[in-house]
């Protein structure tokens, strides 16, 4: 499903939308700057969009019109235009504003840039102690390529993302329960009280783990040549395929090695650097600097960043004990089959 976006659609405005402004005084009074804020527009269960004229004709939003158009984001729709149409049509109308026929005839037809996506998918497992038993294995044992292994951030597994400070990835992955995020502390992610049928969407997730994919505007720009930035690209199916290829890049397994072949093909010393590595010793220790990062550089390149000599190998004689936790996607719940308020269905 289509969760976040942040875009920028063709609107011919007469009064400007800002939810105010940010105001810049210099030391003696004088105004320096001033920078229009986005206007939070709050849907029928305290959701919200942000919409800010940025140009003469130019509307940007940003947020999850799954959310603001449903109430909740544990299913929805692979519709852009649809669903993009539908929440901007409703927050301008709570603002005052109607879009002209022709504005969004050019919604309908993708006739604008995406700067921002996410996408997501929801797989389940027998239980809940399943789909948290399965992010702590791949929180051991996954790597994504060109990410290299997960780290957690409380119990969510981010692949790619950065330390504070620093410039985001371009894209990220992160897996988490849904079971544990909706019944969490605090109303950022919990139900809305009032949301019909609450209690069965609840029971629904029990045993569901949430993978979310995000791209950003270089990725967007990147990925095929940039021609998924214009919405117009994009049809039922290429939410769902676009995340198909992401999620394949994850390796989950007991160990990732090189195939034989390539192992064969490296040079002596790299080789036995990398054996050494393979048994568990931490290389930065045993070559030196220039060497390690030439070798890194290399095995990095050979595996599309799936294996990365700088994470030592574990080192363990413990034969544990294993069972196999299987993925299977999960499809949409049947009691909303009927229910076009809570899962989002372009109007005929």
């Known amino acids: 499903m289509i969760d976040w976006i942040k875009a920028e659609l063709p609107f011919n405005w007469t009064v400007p939308i800002v939810g105010g402004h940010l105001i810049r005084i210099s030391p003696v009074g004088v105004v320096e700057r001033q920078t229009p804020m986005s206007a939070h527009v709050r849907g029928s269960y305290d959701e919200h969009l942000t919409l800010r004229t940025v140009a003469r004709g130019v509307l940007e939003v940003d947020g999850n019109p799954s959310k603001f158009l449903q109430g909740h984001n544990i299913v929805g729709s692979d519709d852009l235009c649809g669903l993009m149409d539908a929440a901007v049509c409703k927050a301008l109308a709570i603002l005052g504003h109607a879009p002209a026929d022709y504005d969004r005839a050019q919604w309908l037809a993708g006739e604008w840039n995406i700067s921002r996506i996410d996408l997501t998918q929801m797989y389940e497992l027998d239980t809940v ?12 044992l996954a790597r994504m390529r060109w990410r290299g292994r997960g780290t957690f951030e409380g119990t969510t597994l981010y692949f790619g993302k950065v330390a504070k400070g620093k410039r985001a990835a ?27 049928l609450r209690d069965a969407l609840m029971s629904w997730v029990e045993n569901k783990l949430r993978v979310e994919l995000l791209m950003r505007t270089g990725e967007l720009k990147r990925f095929e040549g940039g021609q998924y930035r214009r919405a117009s690209a994009w049809n039922i199916e290429t939410a769902s395929v676009i995340f198909g290829q992401y999620f394949a890049k994850m390796e989950l397994g007991e160990n990732v090695m090189l195939p034989v072949e390539i192992e064969e093909s490296l040079k002596p010393a790299m080789r036995l650097a990398y054996n050494s590595w393979k048994a568990g010793n ?18 990095l390149a050979l595996t599309e960043g799936l294996i990365d000599i700088a994470v030592p190998q574990p080192k363990t004689n413990v034969i544990p004990l294993r069972r196999i936790l299987t993925l299977r996607p999960a499809s949409d719940p049947t009691f909303l089959a009927d229910r076009s308020d809570l899962l989002f269905r372009r109007a005929a």
């Open 282 to 299: 931490d290389l930065r220790g045993l070559l030196p600097r220039r060497t390690f990062y030439h070798y890194r550089r290399n095995i």
């Open 129 to 140: 102690s399943d789909v948290r038993a399965w992010l702590r294995s791949a929180g051991e």
């Open 170 to 196: 371009d894209w990220t992955l992160k897996c988490y329960c849904k079971a544990d995020e909706v019944q969490a502390r605090g109303k950022s992610h919990q139900l809305p009280d009032r949301l019909p």
